[in-house]
Every structure is written in structure tokens, then in C-alpha cells.
């Protein structure tokens, strides 16, 4: 049997709309379990009813949301037999684009002085470490969807597949870290976002493949 005839078997055994059922289950399973450790074991930052008023509190879940939205979307596409990046790609662009202006706005805004001292900010080691841990969850429920799409490339899949746990995780974490400067979220969201997409492609290329 060729290649394409078996991809064409296996999309067929694995049509589109239940393929969408069974991820947006796995998405709302990772949501609870990420939701119930980050309230039992982190919580809400001290000052949250303050932050909110903040911009730039708020801008980080812009980005972390919009790099979950992106991320499951695309994921729908990479997760099939015969899907690939050619068309939803471009999608996973919409967050560091966002973050690229955010931290133009930052740079204009802040003295020049405060910028090394926004950029380290003071919760690096947590942030490098939560956001994995809350991933997690999420990712264990991607990767279990993803075993019912059968992907033609499972390592892509499971990057994918990492980017949208640790948008997912990284929106949680947002809520208790107390480093709002788009110039932390551009250095150390991203570190731990990628920590968690190598780890997802390394695992996805061995549970997922068929």
C-alpha cells in the first residue's frame, strides 16, 4: 500500500468532526486540571483586585490566550492523517506579533534605566518553573486527543500540542506572577514555553507515531 493511499485510509477512519469532539474534550480535561492545581497549590496574586485595573496585567492574558486559541486551532489541523501547517500556521504568528508591540509600547514608555530591571524582574525562576508544571495536565489530555487523530507527523503534532498546553498553563501563571513588563513576558514566558514544546515534541514523535 503507498503512503498516500494509507493517509487516505486513516482520515478516512478518522473523520474531521470526531477528531474536533475528542480535542475539545481534551482541552476543557486540561483546563479543570490545570484550574484546580493552580488553586490549590498557587493561587491569585496578593494584589489581583488591584492588578486588573492594570494594562499590563491584562495584556499578558491577551497574549497567553491568544497563543492557546492559535495553538488548538492549528493543532486541529496537524492532529489528521492528512493535515500539515500549510494553512493555519501563519496563525501561531498572532502572539509574538502581539508581544513584539507590546514591548515596543514598553520600550517607549519606560526610562531607559528601568528596562534590565523590567526585563529580569523578580519571579524568573518561578515562571520557569510553573508554567511546565501546569502544562502538564493540559498536555497529557493534547497528546491522549491527539492518539485519535492519528498526525502524519507526530513530532509537529506534539509541539503543537505543547504550545497550546503551555498557553494554557502560561494564563493560569499570569494570574499569580507579579512581573506585569512586556519585557518579562517577552524573555521568560517564551523560555518556559519552549521548554515545554521541545519536551512535547520529543514525547509526541514516540506516543504518537504509527
Known amino acids: 500500500m503507498q503512503t498516500d493511499d494509507l493517509i487516505e485510509l486513516l ?5 474531521p468532526w470526531r477528531f474536533r469532539s475528542v480535542l475539545a474534550w481534551a482541552v476543557a480535561g486540561g483546563i479543570v486540571i490545570a484550574a484546580i492545581l493552580f488553586f490549590v497549590a498557587i493561587g491569585f496574586r496578593s ?24 495553538a488548538i486551532w492549528v493543532t486541529l489541523s496537524v492532529g489528521r492523517p492528512d493535515g500539515g501547517l500549510a494553512r493555519r500556521g501563519l496563525a501561531l504568528w498572532v502572539a509574538p ?3 513584539a508591540c507590546g514591548v515596543a509600547v514598553e520600550l517607549l514608555v519606560l526610562p531607559e534605566r528601568q528596562w534590565m530591571l523590567s526585563l529580569v524582574g523578580q519571579n524568573a525562576r518561578f515562571c520557569l518553573t510553573l508554567i511546565p508544571l501546569l502544562s502538564i495536565g493540559p498536555l497529557a489530555c493534547l497528546l491522549i486527543a491527539l492518539r485519535a487523530g492519528a498526525p502524519s507527523n507526530p513530532g509537529l503534532a506534539g509541539a503543537v500540542a505543547g504550545l497550546a498546553a503551555s498557553g ?36 509526541g514523535r514516540k506516543l504518537l507515531r504509527w
Not at 494564563?171 to 512586556?182: E, W
Open 168 to 203: 494554557i498553563a502560561a494564563t493560569y501563571y499570569a494570574a499569580n506572577c507579579t512581573d506585569d513588563s512586556a519585557l518579562f513576558v517577552m524573555t521568560w514566558y517564551p523560555i518556559a514555553i519552549l521548554i515545554v514544546t521541545t519536551a512535547s515534541y520529543l514525547v
Open 97 to 99: 506579533v502581539l508581544l
Open 47 to 70: 494584589d489581583i483586585s488591584e492588578a486588573v485595573k492594570s494594562g499590563r496585567f491584562l495584556f499578558k492574558f491577551v497574549l497567553t490566550v491568544s497563543l492557546t486559541v492559535t
Open 11 to 15: 482520515a478516512k477512519d478518522s473523520p
